[in-house]
């Protein structure tokens, strides 16, 4: 969940469109947050069927952004 949290953040707060595995790595350390082995595994698991948190953008390789479902997992809105 910390995932999405960290790309839906970079969008509000640093007008980041989408996010890749060197910026999310940068996002938890700006917050803080344990480094993960490997950020880009983690965000395809997070844009997998099972969770639909995230989405890959179409013709950006590697880039990531929270979906809505994604949001309303983690977010209060």
Do not use: C
Not at 11 to 21: A, H, K, L, T, W
Not at 38 to 56: G, P, S
């Amino acid at each position: 969940r910390r995932i999405v949290v960290a790309a839906e953040a970079a969008r509000r707060f640093f007008g980041m469109e989408s996010v890749d595995g060197s910026e999310l790595a940068w996002l938890f350390n700006l917050a803080g947050w344990r480094q993960s082995h490997n950020f880009t595994q983690t965000l395809r698991n997070a844009a997998r069927d099972k969770f639909r948190w995230l989405e890959r953008l179409p013709g950006r390789t590697g880039r990531y952004t929270a979906t809505a479902q994604g949001r309303a997992v983690t977010l209060d809105e």
